[in-house]
């Protein structure tokens, strides 16, 4: 089965998640091709293009912002020419067989992304794949493997005609004094006197006495199987949450914590205020091993800033103890999300580094060092100081905060990553001051055999409902998925390293409606229904 994958090249990241998911329907059978996969194909890119899109049974449209802009042609020109070339190409096809579309699915990486399907697709089904059910559910109509199957057909049965009663008492009088009146003068009793005929109790008012029991009936059993929101708190081990921002207010992620080292990309500028500079290494390819004779740089009297230089290439900035040892050389100040921000936490195979990644909104945060620092400087453009090695890819300078100043860092519009190196004392409590408000939350991360996305659980994890001691606490073993939804009021009250199994712990709590999980405790889908609490 050959399937074809349009999207656009919105950054880095979205061609790696499309690569990942072509990867994943590669490793489940099904032939899926994309760019990627091309160095540059003989008979050039736009044959190759419109050639892919005949072949394939099946053409995965990857919606975004970008990609409906482009696919309708309103991008700027000179901008997206593949994806303006592939939408013409697609209108063309669906226009060829008057709209009658089994051929053209529309997939997202997030429910945001249902507003820029484009028009001409709008009306099939689409899927997220940036959670397990939506890949299965793509799947499933891919592979044609119905969740339902639909039974045989039976044969015909006959049915025989009901006998229908005409029931009437005739009018005194009729057919001219002879019938009922010529009979009531035989035995001797006028009509007057001759009782009518009782009537059979009629069906309607049978189902008139019936209906008020049957509709209290439906409503009792309704009510006791209501879908209710209770209040659920979650203890769970995982390498990766992902968890979107709520609130009203912009919120502190990340607040008070030491640091051993910090490593900045995504961001617009970092600005510092020096009290000394000196130059430790330059490199035109990767920082070199410092020199005994490291020069003494001078700085203006305005702030170092730091902007990325070349958008080709990854910028980045790290900030590290300097050469006192100290265990931890670097307090990070408030790491403010706005609401609706996507955050997402992941641990690496050291024990002690925690990935921060904000996207969705514009994010900033700060740092303060008590004693001399190492900067690390890849791939960017740098003011505010007189001297620098300008023609150098990459260098380090080791520096002093002048006092009460701090390190400001700002991140892109809509993208902030932060890598961090926490020290053992300091791994028990990431967010000592309060909790913070989520609107929703997922334990997915992608594996490393054919980029599939799985559950990020380690440890084995619990969920309770404090106030409802009847349904009791549930486990959830490592193995398993788990996905709480519908919240409110929700916020992630603590987060923690865990050396042990080198992932975050966290405590969560609020209200939610439905819990999914692949636990023998829970029903595939469980949710929380009026009899429980009865």
Same mark, same amino acid.
């Given at each position: 089965?050959?399937?074809?994958?349009?999207?656009?090249?919105?950054?880095?990241?979205?061609?790696?998640?499309?690569?990942?998911?072509?990867?994943?329907?590669?490793?489940?059978?099904?032939?899926?091709?994309?760019?990627?996969?091309?160095?540059?194909?003989?008979?050039?890119?736009?044959?190759?293009?419109?050639?892919?899109?005949?072949?394939?049974?099946?053409?995965?449209?990857?919606?975004?912002?970008?990609?409906?802009?482009?696919?309708?042609?309103?991008?700027?020109?000179?901008?997206?020419?593949?994806?303006?070339?592939?939408?013409?190409?697609?209108?063309?096809?669906?226009?060829?067989?008057?709209?009658?579309?089994?051929?053209?699915?529309?997939?997202?990486?997030?429910?945001?992304?249902?507003?820029?399907?484009?028009?001409?697709?709008?009306?099939?089904?689409?899927?997220?794949?940036?959670?397990?059910d939506g890949y299965a559910r793509l799947y499933r109509r891919l592979t044609n493997q119905p969740e339902v199957s639909k039974p045989p057909l039976g044969e015909f049965k006959p049915l025989p005609p009901l006998e229908r009663k005409q029931e009437f008492i005739p009018l005194s009088g009729d057919d001219g004094g002879g019938g009922e009146a010529s009979q009531g003068g035989a035995t001797g009793e006028s009509p007057q006197e001759k009782s009518p005929a009782r009537r059979p109790p009629n069906k309607i008012n049978l189902l008139l006495l019936v209906l008020p029991t049957a509709l209290i009936a439906m409503a009792v059993l309704v009510l006791l199987n209501w879908h209710l929101p209770t209040h659920v708190k979650a203890e769970l081990t995982v390498r990766r949450v992902v968890f979107t921002v709520g609130g009203a207010d912009k919120s502190a992620v990340?607040?008070?914590?030491?640091?051993?080292?910090?490593?900045?990309?995504?961001?617009?500028?970092?600005?510092?205020?020096?009290?000394?500079?000196?130059?430790?290494?330059?490199?035109?390819?990767?920082?070199?091993?410092?020199?005994?004779?490291?020069?003494?740089?001078?700085?203006?009297?305005?702030?170092?800033?730091?902007?990325?230089?070349?958008?080709?290439?990854? $910028? @980045? +900035?790290? *900030?590290? #103890?300097?050469?006192?040892?100290?265990?931890?050389?670097?307090?990070?100040?408030?790491?403010? =999300? !706005?609401?609706?921000?996507?955050?997402?936490?992941?641990?690496?195979?050291?024990?002690?580094?925690?990935?921060?990644?904000?996207?969705?909104?514009?994010?900033?945060?700060?740092?303060?060092?008590?004693?001399?620092?190492?900067?690390?400087?890849?791939?960017?453009?740098?003011?505010?100081?007189?001297?620098?090695?300008?023609?150098?890819?990459?260098?380090?300078?080791?520096?002093?905060?002048?006092?009460? $100043? @701090? +390190?400001? *860092?700002? #991140?892109?519009?809509?993208?902030?990553?932060?890598?961090?190196?926490?020290?053992?004392?300091? =791994? !028990?409590?990431?967010?000592?001051?309060?909790?913070?408000?989520?609107?929703?939350?997922?334990?997915?991360?992608?594996?490393?055999?054919?980029?599939?996305?799985?559950?990020?659980?380690?440890?084995?994890?619990?969920?309770?409902?404090?106030?409802?001691?009847?349904?009791?606490?549930?486990?959830?073993?490592?193995?398993?998925?788990?996905?709480?939804?519908?919240?409110?009021?929700?916020?992630?009250?603590?987060?923690?390293?865990?050396?042990?199994?080198?992932?975050?712990?966290?405590?969560?709590?609020?209200?939610?409606?439905?819990?999914?999980?692949?636990?023998?405790?829970?029903?595939?889908?469980?949710?929380?229904?009026?009899?429980?609490?009865?």
């Amino acid at each position: 089965m050959r399937v074809f994958v349009s999207y656009s090249h919105d950054s880095p990241e979205h061609m790696d998640r499309v690569l990942s998911l072509c990867n994943r329907l590669r490793a489940d059978g099904l032939d899926c091709v994309i760019d990627q996969y091309e160095m540059s194909p003989a008979q050039g890119w736009p044959r190759w293009t419109e050639a892919q899109v005949e072949e394939a049974r099946y053409v995965l449209v990857v919606c975004t912002e970008v990609y409906r802009r482009r696919f309708n042609g309103t991008e700027q020109a000179g901008k997206g020419l593949g994806v303006k070339w592939e939408g013409a190409v697609i209108t063309q096809n669906l226009y060829d067989v008057e709209a009658s579309n089994d051929k053209f699915i529309p997939v997202l990486f997030g429910p945001q992304d249902s507003a820029h399907i484009p028009t001409v697709l709008r009306g099939v089904t689409h899927y997220d794949v940036a959670t397990l059910d939506g890949y299965a559910r793509l799947y499933r109509r891919l592979t044609n493997q119905p969740e339902v199957s639909k039974p045989p057909l039976g044969e015909f049965k006959p049915l025989p005609p009901l006998e229908r009663k005409q029931e009437f008492i005739p009018l005194s009088g009729d057919d001219g004094g002879g019938g009922e009146a010529s009979q009531g003068g035989a035995t001797g009793e006028s009509p007057q006197e001759k009782s009518p005929a009782r009537r059979p109790p009629n069906k309607i008012n049978l189902l008139l006495l019936v209906l008020p029991t049957a509709l209290i009936a439906m409503a009792v059993l309704v009510l006791l199987n209501w879908h209710l929101p209770t209040h659920v708190k979650a203890e769970l081990t995982v390498r990766r949450v992902v968890f979107t921002v709520g609130g009203a207010d912009k919120s502190a992620v990340i607040n008070l914590l030491g640091l051993k080292s910090l490593f900045i990309e995504k961001f617009n500028l970092i600005k510092f205020m020096p009290e000394s500079l000196t130059l430790a290494s330059a490199s035109t390819q990767k920082p070199a091993a410092r020199t005994a004779a490291a020069p003494r740089l001078t700085s203006s009297p305005q702030p170092v800033i730091i902007r990325p230089k070349d958008e080709r290439f990854q $910028s @980045s +900035v790290s *900030f590290s #103890g300097g050469t006192n040892g100290q265990p931890y050389a670097l307090a990070m100040g408030d790491v403010l =999300a !706005a609401p609706s921000s996507e955050v997402t936490l992941e641990t690496t195979e050291d024990a002690y580094d925690l990935i921060m990644r904000i996207d969705g909104q514009h994010s900033s945060g700060n740092i303060t060092a008590a004693g001399p620092i190492k900067v690390g400087i890849d791939n960017c453009e740098v003011s505010g100081v007189a001297t620098y090695p300008t023609g150098a890819q990459s260098f380090n300078l080791e520096t002093k905060l002048s006092r009460d $100043s @701090s +390190v400001e *860092f700002d #991140g892109q519009p809509d993208s902030l990553v932060l890598t961090m190196t926490v020290p053992p004392d300091r =791994a !028990a409590s990431l967010f000592p001051r309060g909790s913070i408000p989520i609107k929703a939350i997922r334990f997915e991360q992608q594996s490393e055999q054919g980029g599939a996305v799985v559950s990020s659980l380690l440890k084995e994890g619990e969920l309770s409902n404090p106030g409802f001691e009847k349904i009791g606490k549930k486990k959830i073993a490592s193995t398993d998925f788990v996905s709480i939804g519908g919240l409110d009021k929700f916020s992630i009250e603590e987060v923690r390293l865990d050396p042990e199994s080198k992932g975050i712990a966290l405590t969560l709590q609020g209200v939610a409606d439905k819990i999914t999980t692949g636990s023998p405790d829970f029903k595939t889908d469980s949710t929380f229904l009026a009899q429980n609490f009865i």
